[in-house]
């Protein structure tokens, strides 16, 4: 009996890669497929699956919170985060908020089907590198990096104004209000100790929190 894989991903080269990759074993099948958080939601409420591969960039419902959405209604069901976004940014929250393991669309291309079939057993995937990056998370002293003590939310805003995003795009984007969002940014500021988004952009990529090549 074959793993049947939902994949969750706005790009169609993604999903149609992943698709062609799964088709040539014998235990695994790409048997759904999800270009936005709510049409994953709605897959994801539809059946059951052996598991979720998720991007956590997309339209609509993405990131850490929509891991807890899925995690929501199906508590079981395994959850492989497959991001182009570098470990450092999300790799520990995603696994706090249940996904089973994450891995970077720029690791080698071997270590993906064993990912997949790892996660798809009930097992988790840990690179060396989210198995560090979890160490020190978990060691006393963790959180002299200030940047820890962000919420989720916080840390979505954080990544989206150093990358040049506008706090009006930002805010229709998780339909919030701009005054939400501004909120958010005050509370940033003041958690990071910073003054202004300059130290924020310095901040960002002296920590690694922004892929400046995506």
């Known amino acids: 009996m074959k793993h049947e894989v ?6 169609a ?12 074993t014998e235990d695994l099948i790409v048997a759904g497929e999800a270009s936005s958080g709510n049409q994953a939601l709605e897959k994801v409420r539809e059946r059951d699956w052996s598991m979720v591969v998720l991007d956590l960039s997309m339209p609509g419902r993405s990131g850490i919170e929509l891991i807890k959405l899925i995690k929501a209604e199906r508590p079981k069901l395994p959850i492989l985060i497959f991001s182009m976004h570098p470990e ?23 270590h993906f089907l064993p990912a997949i079939r790892r996660v798809a057993s009930g097992g988790m995937f840990i690179s060396p590198k989210v198995a560090e990056l979890l160490a020190a998370d978990a060691s006393p ?12 939310r916080e840390h979505e805003v954080l990544v989206r104004i150093v990358k040049g995003i506008s706090l009006t795009d930002i805010a229709d984007e998780f339909s919030l209000s701009i005054k939400t969002i501004s909120t958010h940014k005050t509370h940033i500021l003041f958690k990071l100790g910073l003054s202004n988004q300059a130290d924020l952009i310095r901040y960002a990529i002296e920590h690694k929190l922004l892929d400046l090549d995506k």
């Open 6 to 11: 939902l994949v969750v991903d706005d790009h």
């Open 13 to 24: 080269i993604i999903r149609d890669g992943l698709r062609k990759i799964l088709a040539e």
């Open 88 to 110: 450092e940014q999300y790799a520990v929250r995603a696994i706090r908020a249940g996904a089973s393991g994450y891995l970077s669309k720029e690791e080698d291309s071997d």
């Open 141 to 152: 002293g963790a959180n002299t990096h200030l940047h820890n003590n962000l919420s989720n």
